[in-house]
């Protein structure tokens, strides 16, 4: 029997057994129309977009539930494509087996930036900001409507979450938790982490952790390192402070790991180029300085010193730019502000005692280059 025949010739599909057949075809469960039992756990992916050829763009996502009711958390990383040191974390998370989760559910997805991910680039494919998009809308921009997916489907089912992040390209960051701390949740979670820097504020407007927490799922952040690497320093940090949150949550048994007391600070500013040219790094993420300090000296090709950035504040140091070749006003380093000469000699003692923070302050103090200041041609004449 012959085939049917569209208007221009062309076999009519829509006449087709064969078509109708595979065009009802039931795909596969995904998340969350999966979920492991009780004291179970399972690997899945959960569908966040499409491609050119109709196929599904996914997330590998891995769900692991207590054998008892409890909350159920989420912790997600790389919601920047090239952000890998949450990637690590989570990993190295999936690897251990000396913890055990005993109640409520945990939701841990190493990679949420996919197709920023693929592209070792911090953005979607359409120079959208995924963390900048939330909670999304069904209707909007490619990434409105991943970020509205993501949101409905992992994140507000959930009662608590920790997104872990890096810095931007060219800089790096110590670790430090950031959240709300004007949310009693989102405070004993900041606190539990354990990181020793709570950065207090409530996140920009369009990010996941504020989206999540404005919708009633407190959510933290946690900042270390720089892109594109996986830092064993910034990873234990991070290791550590998901389990110390499980943990709080009773969620995992054991002991909560963290400094005796943290650093809080509501109060932060980046220090900027003044000229363009080399800057030559007197301070490392991790250290305090105090106010006038010299933090960097510009210098020419030829070493002479063309002017010293100083510390406008005593505090500790956040971050540092990693690229030495600058022009005006591009960042150089980060400061959090110690209103005291008190705290920041707590904050030397809480972080010498804490072995976590120790190992991340000497990886730091050698990824950046530091020399002392006197050692700049021409310092005497430098502006400052």
Known sequence: ????????????????????????????????????????????????????????????????????????????????????????????????????????????????????????SRYLPDR??????FPGSKTGSMSSRMARTIFDQLIEPCDFGIDLHTAAVRRTNYPNARADLSNPRCAEMAEAFGAGIIL?????????????????????????????????AVIDCMTRGVLNVLRKLEMVDGEIDVPIKQTVISHTKWIRAERGGLMQMHVAPGETVKKDQPLATNCSLLNEGQNQLLAPFSGV??????????????????IGKLGTRKQTNAYEKRSENDSVQQDAIEQFSSSVHVIAPESITNTDEADS
């Open 200 to 232: 207090d504020a409530p996140g920009p407007e369009g990010s996941l952790r504020r989206s999540a927490t404005d919708r009633g799922v407190p959510t933290i952040v946690v900042e270390g390192g720089e892109v594109w690497r996986m830092e064993s």
């Open 317 to 334: 140091v956040l971050g540092a730019s990693t690229l030495p070749s600058v022009k005006p006003g591009e960042p150089v380093v980060h």
């Open 1 to 120: 029997m012959a085939s049917a025949q569209s208007v221009h010739g062309l076999p009519d599909f829509s006449q087709s057994t064969n078509f109708r057949s595979i065009s009802t075809m039931l795909p596969p469960k995904l998340f969350p129309d999966v979920e492991p039992e009780p004291g179970e756990r399972l690997n899945t992916e959960m569908a966040i977009s499409e491609s050119y050829s109709s196929r599904n763009i996914t997330i590998p996502i891995h769900v692991r539930r207590g054998i008892n009711d409890g909350p159920r958390v989420f912790v997600t990383a790389a919601l920047h494509g090239d952000e890998l040191n949450g990637t690590g974390a989570i990993r190295h998370l999936l690897a251990d087996s000396s913890w055990e989760l005993h109640s409520g559910t945990l939701i841990l997805v190493p990679v949420l930036n996919i197709l920023g991910y693929e592209r070792h």
């Open 128 to 133: 959208r900001d995924l963390n900048r998009c």
